[in-house]
């Protein structure tokens, strides 16, 4: 950053007062007049037909106000990605004639209070007629398995084939390894559940709708039509958000049954998830199975790679069926891979439906290709971290389209190996993992090294809303299209104006996730918010500026060339007391009277910024494990990141996201995993059951950067927000598996459980 700067430097978060003293409102803090409550009844059956529905009881019951099913609350079916995903698999709101998943909504119930709701739906019978369950992608597209849409006829929801079809991808290759896992199922959850609240009357006798959400422009986008509004008459607002990762950038039906339950009783209607409804009602992530085939010379050189995809996109399919789309595109990962065969197919399951969760697509891709890697050394004898070393594509090889269609921007890959290895203390940790298997130790050493490169700002993402105010009281408002839920947004922003304009960070007002205040936006996911809104907001400031200074060359008689920024405002240059405050300038662009005859009112500039292609952030982990070989325990002894996110605005805020990615990933490795059983029951719907762990399964990650700027956008930036999940995966299922490769494990599927541990060692011949 330039000399003198606040950009590079660490600053404190503006939004951490708000978040730590609980002065924040969320959607659930709200109170309004009239509030009525929202409950749903909810299948407890995976897939069944529909006999009967009976709501007489309920309907009876105190504080009730409505019961809703599909015949008396009449909603068009939620389509999953048109044009993509077949019209058949849309959603009815209410099912209509058939459940297809445990948590399909069947009824929904209004009424006085929460508790009333709650209370009238254990009063609705419904008669089900069971059918057989799928919840495996693979099984689902067997010919015999059963079909969740009658009309599609089979539960195919995407199928792709991405060039290039290199058939003989292996051939020449000295040895050939193959590697089957399964990247699996994850549940959100982010701290504060999903939920709803609409208010009906305004604007334009429309509706305010109010929910934690990611993307509320989309929402309205989607929600509007579902309800027959115009745009313009669905306001839609996200207030403070607890916690993101992807599945609060959906649009859930559950808002369009608020929404038209608002609406048709004139009154405001709220919907509050339950954790346990969280489970499996807020989408998941994941649930890719992959295979394939490595082909490397003895020297380590990869001569061709093989990979197919099955995923599971749940009852109905979504976004989710299009995200191996991603996983093909960065198949090729860092490395120089002459030849590629890839395959995918998506299917609709009997589970909660998959949608976009911290790197949606990208993890799978460097989960299997870093898996395979490590196989490969093994196979020849080669040293994991050198395997890398001979493959990276140079830095002079970009901008860089690769085999599999992924526009590469910069990278210099082998730079984050480097310091990955010295911070790590390798080669000392190879000795130290010699000496324990030496000893006979039954706690053994694995030491998992992965690089990754990932897209941020992927497919149809780069573009972004941005605005800047300067007001006649000194200070500035920006305006975003992106919607923060904890990533330190006001702050970034805030840096990029003050640096631009002078103005202090404390007089710049953050405004954003609300329809009414900001004209557009494509919301917060992809890691895109600082390379897309940031770069809107800085170009936006650099414009405010330029008009500024042709103002004050105007009221000062000067040379513009001579105006440059000054204590509070600008002045001449060498003349200090011939200045004007940012006030005083603000004042005078409204004044017809004061400003020059050609220049539009306002000291204002607003953009949509396009940087016209994706980024591609990269890096090394190292992470090292001690595995109990007698009991199956993992203890994750030290993680080492670097990781290049581009040119760094504000270390703190990079450091604390990668903190926050390093442990979801490291969640996936060894802990988090949706399990269903053999009809389609959830068996991991409480956090009674599914591992989530907290930072006292963890140790103190060590994260180090460098920095590649991003020809792409002025800033330089690149996309941080999932690099630490991408790379951490990967690098500790490796060190799982180095811990007992000396025994003749070749691979243990995620979680890594004690369990499956366990059980590998004692089906393991050694080597």
């Given at each position: 950053m330039a000399s003198g700067s606040i950009l590079g430097n660490s600053v404190k978060r503006k939004d951490d007062p708000v978040l730590v003293t609980g002065a924040g409102e969320y959607f659930d803090d709200m109170a309004?007049?009239?509030?009525?409550?929202?409950?749903?009844?909810?299948?407890?059956?995976?897939?069944?037909?529909?006999?009967?529905?009976?709501?007489?009881?309920?309907?009876?019951?105190?504080?009730?106000?409505?019961?809703?099913?599909?015949?008396?609350?009449?909603?068009?079916?939620?389509?999953?990605?048109?044009?993509?995903?077949?019209?058949?698999?849309?959603?009815?709101?209410?099912?209509?004639?058939?459940?297809?998943?445990?948590?399909?909504?069947?009824?929904?119930i209004v009424a006085e209070t929460k508790e009333q709701a709650v209370d009238a739906a254990e009063q609705v019978i419904i008669d089900y007629d069971f059918l057989p369950a799928v919840t495996d992608a693979r099984a689902a597209l067997a010919?015999?398995?059963?079909?969740?849409?009658?009309?599609?006829?089979?539960?195919?929801?995407?199928?792709?084939?991405?060039?290039?079809?290199?058939?003989?991808?292996?051939?020449?290759?000295?040895?050939?390894?193959?590697?089957?896992?399964?990247?699996?199922?994850?549940?959100?959850?982010?701290?504060?559940?999903?939920?709803?609240?609409?208010?009906?009357?305004e604007p334009d006798g429309g509706i305010t709708v109010y929910a934690p959400m990611q993307a509320p422009h989309a929402v309205q986008g989607g929600l509007a039509p579902m309800l027959g509004l115009e745009p313009d008459q669905c306001r839609?607002?996200?207030?403070?958000?607890?916690?993101?990762?992807?599945?609060?950038?959906?649009?859930?039906?559950?808002?369009?049954?608020?929404?038209?339950?608002?609406?048709?009783?004139?009154?405001?209607v709220k919907w509050t998830e339950a954790r346990s409804e969280?489970?499996?009602?807020?989408?998941?992530?994941?649930?890719?199975?992959?295979?394939?085939?490595?082909?490397?010379?003895?020297?380590?050189?990869?001569?061709?790679?093989?990979?197919?995809?099955?995923?599971?996109?749940?009852?109905y399919p979504a976004i989710g069926a299009f995200l191996p789309q991603l996983t093909l595109m960065m198949s090729q990962g860092v490395y120089d891979i002459p030849k590629i065969h890839g395959t995918a197919a998506s299917a609709a399951t009997n589970n909660t439906p998959v949608a976009a969760y911290r790197g949606a697509g990208r993890p799978e891709a460097t989960q299997f290709l870093e898996r395979i890697l490590d196989i490969a050394a093994d196979e020849i004898g080669m040293d994991p971290a050198e395997i890398r070393r001979v493959n990276y594509l140079p830095p002079e090889a970009f901008p860089l389209t690769t085999k599999t269609g992924a526009n590469y921007d910069s990278g210099e890959y082998e730079k984050t190996l480097d310091a990955a290895i010295e911070h790590s203390g390798y080669a000392q940790l190879r000795q130290d993992q010699e000496a324990r298997r030496a000893s006979g130790d039954a706690k053994q050493i694995g030491i998992g090294v992965a690089s990754y490169v990932e897209v941020t700002a992927p497919i149809g993402l780069h573009a972004e809303f941005g605005s800047v105010e300067v007001h006649e009281d000194g200070s500035a408002s920006m305006r975003v299209g992106t919607s923060a839920h904890g990533q330190g947004h006001d702050t970034a922003f805030s840096m990029l104006v003050s640096d631009m304009l002078g103005i202090p960070m404390d007089k710049i007002r953050h405004i954003q996730s609300d329809t009414a205040?900001?004209?557009?936006?494509?919301?917060t996911m992809g890691s895109r918010s600082l390379q897309t809104a940031g770069s809107a907001v800085h170009v936006a400031s650099e414009n405010v500026l330029e008009k500024a200074k042709v103002l004050a060359a105007h009221l000062l008689e000067a040379n513009v060339d001579d105006i440059e920024k000054g204590d509070g405002g600008l002045q001449v240059a060498g003349v200090p007391a011939k200045s004007l405050s940012w006030g005083e300038l603000a004042a005078a662009a409204n004044d017809d009277a004061k400003r020059p005859a050609d220049m539009e009112a306002g000291l204002q500039h607003e953009l949509?910024?396009?940087?016209?292609?994706?980024?591609?952030?990269?890096?090394?982990?190292?992470?090292?494990?001690?595995?109990?070989?007698?009991?199956?325990?993992?203890?994750?002894?030290?993680?080492?990141?670097?990781?290049?996110?581009?040119?760094?605005?504000?270390?703190?805020?990079?450091?604390?996201?990668?903190?926050?990615?390093?442990?979801?990933?490291?969640?996936?490795?060894?802990?988090?995993g949706m399990q269903y059983d053999e009809d389609g029951n959830p068996v991991t719907a409480t956090l009674m059951d599914y591992l989530m762990p907290s930072a006292a399964e963890f140790p103190s990650f060590e994260t180090y950067n460098t920095e590649t700027d991003s020809p792409r956008n002025p800033l330089g930036a690149k996309g941080i927000g999932e690099s630490g999940t991408i790379g951490s995966t990967p690098a500790i299922h490796n060190a799982v598996v180095d811990a007992l490769s000396h025994l003749g494990v070749r691979h243990v599927e995620m979680p890594a459980t004690p369990m499956r541990i366990w059980e590998a060692v004692g089906a393991a011949q050694p080597a």
């Open positions: 309004v007049d009239g509030l009525s409550h929202l409950h749903f009844v909810r299948s407890t059956v995976a897939h069944a037909n529909i006999e009967s529905i009976d709501t007489a009881d309920a309907e009876a019951m105190p504080g009730v106000i409505a019961v809703y099913t599909a015949d008396t609350l009449e909603l068009a079916p939620m389509p999953g990605m048109p044009g993509v995903i077949p019209d058949e698999m849309s959603r009815p709101p209410l099912a209509r004639g058939k459940v297809r998943l445990v948590g399909d909504i069947v009824a929904a010919d015999d398995a059963p079909v969740l849409f009658e009309a599609h006829g089979s539960n195919i929801a995407f199928n792709m084939f991405q060039a290039p079809q290199d058939e003989d991808a292996l051939e020449g290759a000295d040895a050939v390894v193959d590697l089957e896992m399964h990247s699996q199922r994850l549940a959100g959850v982010p701290m504060e559940n999903n939920g709803i609240l609409a208010v009906p009357g839609v607002v996200a207030p403070w958000v607890g916690g993101g990762f992807g599945p609060k950038a959906a649009m859930y039906v559950e808002y369009v049954i608020a929404g038209a339950a608002a609406l048709r009783l004139g009154r405001p969280d489970m499996v009602s807020l989408v998941h992530g994941r649930d890719l199975h992959l295979s394939g085939q490595l082909g490397v010379k003895n020297d380590g050189k990869i001569t061709g790679l093989k990979i197919n995809v099955v995923a599971g996109a749940g009852a205040e900001v004209p557009q936006g494509a919301g949509v910024f396009d940087e016209g292609d994706s980024t591609f952030p990269f890096g090394t982990h190292v992470a090292v494990v001690e595995v109990d070989t007698e009991t199956g325990e993992v203890e994750l002894v030290r993680h080492v990141a670097v990781d290049d996110c581009g040119r760094i605005l504000n270390p703190m805020l990079v450091t604390g996201q990668q903190h926050g990615g390093i442990a979801q990933g490291a969640a996936q490795a060894l802990y988090e």
